[in-house]
């Protein structure tokens, strides 16, 4: 099957152009060969599952029993049993499907409920031992209220006896960085950092694709099928995606699929530009929710004044922290110092 641009769910390798994962996120070899606990967080649709996912099997051909999981059923669960209790089942179902036999989890243990995940843990890492225990927990902040704050507790509470009875490495992915999920959590009350996950070592994001990067990608394409993307192309695709991996992949999909279909024909800044115009025609499901985040009393003052080019924008406050998560602002962009409480 020929690779295509992918705009829906995580890139495959094999299927889809997509650039090493590794580049974007050095530093978890890093973290996981020290055994340490970690956030990875950045906007919606900029990687995050396709890196981890990525990293995971990297992990494994290394000898680990290294697992990408997700927490998404738990989305609607208001209790902590409920929760857990999809927690453990989407647990043992992505290691069914991505480990070998012999490193899949053990029955589970019998505990009471808001320590079964625990008990989990450190049933199957004793199992595999010495082979160690790697989880990358997606979608770990669409919980709210007791659930999450459990979750984070029953980490903490095995983080000691890592790695022969618990995972000697846990990333916790999601759109926010720990902090702010907690701090929802807690209706807006400021969260205890000795509680409930202080073994936390560091937070990642994933930055947005160079210039260069985006001419890799493209370049793919070129050796595939003979297609070039001209260096203006390039160039523009970068102008009008800032590198943002959703707008770069839909951009060369749109020029792909629907522009330019001659593989003989190369494609240039101006295919881009209908591109971008079809895009922003489109209504897609990720910039529809992007566009419905701008109503957000915490978004639109922030970026009201950005749009205006205000000169006391507020950068080290938690609102601008929020719109730079979400991708509605570049962090690195030229804007002034905060203003003065």
Known sequence: MARFFNTTGPCEAGRHYMLPPEARLPEVAMLVERQQYFVVHAARQTGKTTAMRALAVQFRGQGMAALHTTLETSR??????????????????????????????????????????????????????????????????????????????????????????????????????????????????PVNPGS???IKAKSLTLRAFTRDEIGELYGQHTVDTGQEFSPEAVDRAFRWSA???????????????????????????????????????????????????????????????????AGDVAVESDEFEYCVDLGLLDATASVTAPVPA
Not at 137 to 154: K, S, W, Y
Not at 246 to 271: K, P
Not at 291 to 297: D, G, H, P, T, V
Request: with cysteine; aromatic share 4%; charged share 20%.
């Open 76 to 189: 609607t669960a208001d209790s902590v049993e409920t929760a857990e209790g999809r927690w453990l089942a989407n647990i043992v179902r992505s290691a069914q499907g991505d480990l070998p036999a012999h490193l899949v989890p053990p029955s589970q243990p019998e505990t009471v409920p808001g320590e079964r995940l625990g008990a989990l843990c450190t049933a199957w890492a004793a199992k595999i031992a010495p082979v160690p225990l790697v989880l990358f927990i997606d979608e770990a902040d669409v919980m709210r209220g007791e659930p999450v704050i459990n979750l984070l507790r029953q980490l903490r509470a095995g983080f000691h006896t890592r790695p022969a009875r618990f995972p000697a490495s846990v990333a916790l992915i999601g759109l926010r960085d720990l902090r702010d999920y907690l701090t929802a959590t807690k209706a807006g009350a």
């Open 243 to 309: 590198g943002q991996p959703f707008l770069v992949n839909a951009l060369g999909a749109a020029c792909m699929d629907e522009l330019v279909t001659d593989r003989s024909v190369a494609i240039t800044a101006d295919h881009i530009d209908q591109a971008k115009e079809r895009l922003v025609l489109s209504r897609t499901t990720h910039l529809h929710n992007l566009s419905e985040r701008l109503k957000e009393s915490c978004v639109a003052p922030i970026l009201s004044r950005v749009l205006v080019g």
């Open 196 to 198: 409930p996950f202080n």
